[in-house]
């Protein structure tokens, strides 16, 4: 499980987030990325870049503290594309990623 987070928006967190993704779908089979960016930019990007990704997307802190255990038994690599910005859903995925 690999998390990409940011403090504030527009320092590259969903673009590494995508590309990392992509890169590991070309030797594992099962990866799925955790869109829990309000803004979803890797929902759109992943379904280009890498088609096999399997996508998931989340709301709020909440959401993304049950999604992630669930999701990372569920697949070879759990990339989570955090939200960018200082939050309490942002604390949840550091939590909760490797």
Known sequence: MVGFVGSK???GKTTCAVHFAALAATVA???T???ADPNEGSSAWIAEAAPAVHVERVRS???LLR???LLAAACD???VDGPGNDS???RSCLLRVD
């Open 9 to 11: 928006g527009g320092v």
């Open 29 to 31: 089979p099962r990866v």
């Open 33 to 35: 990325l955790l869109d």
């Open 61 to 63: 802190s909440d959401q």
């Open 67 to 69: 999604a992630v255990p």
């Open 77 to 79: 690599l759990l990339v």
């Open 88 to 90: 309490d859903a942002t």
